[in-house]
């Protein structure tokens, strides 16, 4: 089973991202450069955190027009999984995979700890191993990650959520990551690749990896 992270000039979280998806699917991932468009025989793609382009204009504005999001957005238009974290979640809006945008925390700093985090949905393809309401401890890293939704948001869309009062952000209606209509494709500002060991101080990220993995292996089964 072929997974594929795609790399920008300022990724900084691919190294991190690759032990996590090897230690899910005992397959090393592709590492895709952001001026490759071909990627046969993946049926996963992960776009990892970091400052893609140095955040130039905005966060992820400049990656969305990347040679290698024009081959994800067909991959994703094609039923492919797609996981964004932090950075991967802000090109993901602006790339209009997602809805919403993701603007400066409220705080106006940057925020870097471990924060609990609630789960709204387990039938979706990224948290079939999680219960309803469960809490993960998965930590944060960002200075952009107040979530800004879009008026028509559905709320079935809301896949995660900040626990009462441990929002370090100030996204809106504590949102921590969301799926497009289709629910092929995640996007979420806390980072699962660094809670999948308990001795990092949390393997609760390991819960949302191995759901994409089933949902993978459902999908390469089905095109077998």
């Known amino acids: 089973m072929q997974s594929a992270i795609i790399v920008f000039p300022g990724s900084n979280r691919e190294r991190d991202a690759a032990v996590a998806l090897r230690r899910s699917t005992g397959r090393e991932p592709l590492h895709i450069w952001h001026r490759e468009t071909d990627f046969p025989d993946v049926v996963l793609i992960l776009l990892p955190g970091g400052f893609s382009y140095g955040d130039y204009l905005r966060c992820g504005a400049i990656a969305r027009f990347s040679p290698a999001m024009q081959a994800v957005t067909a991959f ?11 950075n991967g979640f802000q090109i993901l809006c602006e790339a209009g995979l997602l809805p919403g945008v993701l603007r400066p925390n409220a705080s106006l700093e940057f925020v870097c700890m471990d924060v ?31 979530y800004h939704a879009p008026a028509d948001l559905d709320d079935e869309q809301i896949v995660l959520r900040y626990a009462r009062g441990a929002n370090p952000n100030g996204s809106e209606r504590d949102i921590a990551g969301v799926v497009n209509a289709d629910g092929n494709v995640l996007g979420l500002m806390p980072h699962p690749e660094h809670a999948v060991d308990p001795l990092l101080g949390s393997g609760d990220g390991a819960l949302v990896l191995a759901s994409l993995m089933d949902a993978a292996r459902e999908r390469l089964y089905a095109r077998a």
């Open 76 to 86: 994703a238009a094609d039923g492919g999984l797609v996981l964004g974290i932090c």
């Open 116 to 146: 609990p985090v609630r789960v709204e949905r387990t039938d979706t393809k990224f948290t079939s191993r999680c219960e309803t309401g469960q809490e993960l401890v998965i930590p944060v890293k960002h200075g952009e990650g107040c």
